[in-house]
């Protein structure tokens, strides 16, 4: 495995994140397709022994199980301090008043049940898996700031938001001498570009480490365009993302696999990779050859030609995946 620098720090990462949603109790929490435990751990120790050494997590996923089964399998599989281990804080955990956002609150809370849940006494990355418009970014950043000062969090990220927040966030940090954002994780991917806007050219501008989340789509670019999985037919929050326009897309991205005799993934990811300032895709792997190709995607290196093929069919579409 090679290594780069997560955006303009030190850090070593693998070019692939293994995205850990798909491992949770599937009764618990609203994704009803993840594997239990004992089907999660062959892909944790899996990606831990090709050399990626980047998980991502959330205390959301499958109610706090995914953060359970990620730490005690991490635990076993992989040498801490090799590992850099990110979760995520903003959705709701509990019913009732401060059981979700960006409080000082509750950030101070969740990060103490996250490392829990975790088995940890540190995070390398926390992030604020959306922006909280009913809390002040003062007071999310400050808290955030003491979390990494508690040594609980290495270095904080944000996800998915406009990019005016995460520059007014990167802003009122350095005002303040806090703790700055060094990644965004952001939806971006073949059939959703919208990022090549305002956020990319932000994240490069200001050496931000960008790590898309769902960089095949959830499966969308990987399977002809009428096919479905277990995943795809309850996978709630995925219907909303694509639309019948994307279809030409996929079909571009199954032409190029087919002529280069590889699987459509790596395809799809290898178009990722060549992007300006990607990082490392965020993959969910629920098949032994996902994380497969996955990791032989990091080897392919499309043409210009088969670029402006895949870049061609794209039209501008509405913000989607903020909610
Ligand atoms: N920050 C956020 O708001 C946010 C949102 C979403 C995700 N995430 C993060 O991003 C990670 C990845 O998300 P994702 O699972 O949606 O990503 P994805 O990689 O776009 O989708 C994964 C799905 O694609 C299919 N797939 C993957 N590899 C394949 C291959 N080689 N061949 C054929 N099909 C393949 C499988 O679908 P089937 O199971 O249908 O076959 C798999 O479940 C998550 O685990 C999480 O860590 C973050």
Redesign the pocket.
Known sequence: MRYVKLGSTGLDVSPL?L????YGKPHRGNHT?TLDEEESRPFIRRAVEAGVNFF???NV?SDGTSEEIVGRALGDFARRDEIVLAT?VHGRMRPGPNGGGLSRKAILTEINHSLRRLGTDYVDLYQI??WDPHTPIEETLEALHDVVKAGKARYIGA??MYAWQFSKALHVAERHGWTRFTTM?N?Y?LLYREEEREMMPLCMDEGIGVIP???????K???DWDES????ETDEF?KTLYKDEDRVIVERVAEIAAERGI???QVALAWLAQQPGVTA???????A??LD??LAALDVRLTEDELKRLDEPYTPRAVA?FA
């Open positions: 994140v995205g850990c949603m798909s397709w991502d997590t959330a996923y995520k898996h959306r996800s998915s994780q939806h991917n989340w769902s960089p095949l789509a959830r499966g670019l990987t399977r999985s277990t995943r795809s995925g699987p459509r993934a895709p965020i993959v969910g792997a629920t098949k050859h996902h190709d996955a995946g």
